[in-house]
């Protein structure tokens, strides 16, 4: 076992490095979400989601 740890040291660290960054990415996310916050540019009249994402309020208008 020590042996094979030993031959696939370099792979191991690269994937826990990886793994530590998917980790914080998602964590991040996560965070911005629960405080509200959007990760788009809010360019929303050229985003094909525009009215997924940002839904008009009652009474008021998009504009295009």
Same mark, same amino acid.
């Given at each position: 076992m020590l042996q094979w740890i030993a031959?696939?040291?370099g792979t191991i660290l690269i994937?826990?490095?990886l793994?530590?960054?998917v980790a914080l990415i998602l964590?991040?996310?996560l965070r911005q979400?629960?405080?509200g916050k959007s990760s788009c540019g809010c360019n929303c009249a =050229?985003? +094909?989601m525009h009215g997924a994402c =940002?839904? +008009?309020?009652?009474?008021r208008?998009?504009?295009s």
């Open positions: 031959t696939n040291l994937c826990a490095v793994l530590a960054a964590r991040s996310l979400k629960k405080q =050229h985003c +094909a =940002h839904p +008009a309020a009652p009474g208008t998009e504009r």
